[in-house]
């Protein structure tokens, strides 16, 4: 029986993976996250047998997904993971609308609820043992993502790290 680790996110632009890779390249001698591996969790669902991942994106399916806007503006180290991601705050009512509702669609087949509030943000650096501030950041922020799409992921361990594919996709309205 196949088991799927899944996430729900949404993923920059080119231009913005451009300038999350300039803000990687100001801290030299960290592990970089791969760019294609570049998103925004919405929704860590967790790990499920095939067909509750079937039942599940037949949910998703099922719903219009607004349009949102969200802009990621410091650069921040989180100790406990460990990584150096890019930050923002819930402005706008229709990410939080998105968010709630795949968390409510998740935990009705059995997923579990998130453990901490959602907190907008793209991970660029891990196992960062010390942090000392980007003087380039300010070259690189704000970034504003305003996806056009909804992304259903699997996150497998490769020889290669950890990959994210992409499984399912939905647009934003």
Known sequence: MNKFKLFFAVTPSERQVTQL???????NGLRHVNPDNFHMTLFYAG??????????????????????????????????PRILCVNGRICDNNLQRVVKGLEDICVA?????????FNPHITILRKVSQWQ?????????PLTLQPHALHLYHSRS???????D???TWPLT
């Open 21 to 27: 890779i300039a803000l990687q390249h100001c801290a």
């Open 47 to 80: 790990s499920c047998d095939d067909e509750v991942r079937l039942k599940l994106i037949a949910r998703i399916d099922q719903q219009m997904w607004p349009k949102f806007s969200v802009k990621l503006d410091e650069v921040v180290y989180w100790r406990k």
């Open 109 to 117: 087949l059995g997923f579990n609820p998130a453990p901490l509030p």
């Open 133 to 141: 501030s980007l003087a380039a950041s300010e070259c690189c922020l």
């Open 158 to 164: 490769s020889l290669a790290g950890v990959q994210y």
């Open 166 to 168: 992409r499984i399912a």
